[in-house]
């Protein structure tokens, strides 16, 4: 059975530091899902990341994938409010792209 | 820009009730998925469709029944609601997966309180 894990599950940041969230994989998978939630809203694709040591940024994100190691991870550099909202990692398989989902990470960033 | 709708938004069941969640795309996607997002969770997979006539079941499709009859129009059934099915419901669509990076498209969600 596919899990995925996501650590930590609440991260309160102030404003201007760096942090890391990860995402652990029990199974080979190909693809890798990055999305935020903000309350009461759908998600939004933020990465998709296909190969082992893909690297992709945007803005002040980054997610990176170690498929040997089983894990992502989403780094956020100097941090702002505007960044506050849940984040999932979702783990895609199979032709039909079905997904399965980390339990997210609440990011709070404090002034 | 429709993309992924859906419809309710909102919506209050009482026990035993049954309703159908509707959902539609525009962008001629073949899959198609229903998942649910209880709080504080992550989102599960119900039951997805690879094209219209073809459904099948995720993690937690009890209480559930789905149909497929276009490739625009997936719903959601509840039969015979209970507590335990309040939740937020998603539905999303993509293509065929080709290796080189598909994005999934994800609805509004319905919220919905089964009491």
């Known amino acids: 059975e596919l899990k995925v894990e996501q650590n930590p599950l609440f991260l309160s940041m102030q404003e201007g530091k760096n942090y890391t969230i990860y995402c652990n994989y029990s199974?080979?998978?190909?693809?890798l899902y990055w999305y935020r939630q903000d309350p009461g809203k759908s998600l939004e694709s933020l990465f998709v990341?296909?190969?082992?040591?893909a690297v992709k940024q945007e803005g002040r994100l980054m997610a990176s994938l170690d498929t040997k190691a089983r894990l992502s991870t989403l780094h956020i550099t100097a941090a702002v409010h505007d960044l506050s909202a849940t984040y999932f990692c979702a783990v895609g398989w199979g032709a039909t792209n079905k997904l399965i989902f980390g339990t997210g990470t609440l990011l709070a960033v404090q002034p | 820009n429709a993309g992924v709708t859906q419809t309710p938004k909102f919506r209050i069941l009482k026990i035993g009730q049954s309703m159908t969640l509707q959902c539609a795309q525009d962008m001629n996607h073949n899959y198609m998925y229903w998942y649910r997002q209880d709080p504080g969770m992550g989102l599960k997979l119900i039951y997805y469709s690879v094209g219209a006539g073809i459904t099948d079941k995720g993690e937690v499709p009890n209480g559930y029944n789905v149909s497929r009859s276009t490739t625009e129009d997936f719903p959601l059934r509840l039969e015979l609601a209970a507590p335990s099915q309040t939740s937020v419901y998603f539905c999303a669509s993509s293509q065929l997966w080709t290796g080189s990076g598909n994005t999934i498209y994800f609805g509004e969600g319905s919220w919905l309180t089964v009491v």
């Open positions: 990341l296909l190969s082992n040591g």
């Open positions: 199974t080979t998978s190909d693809r």
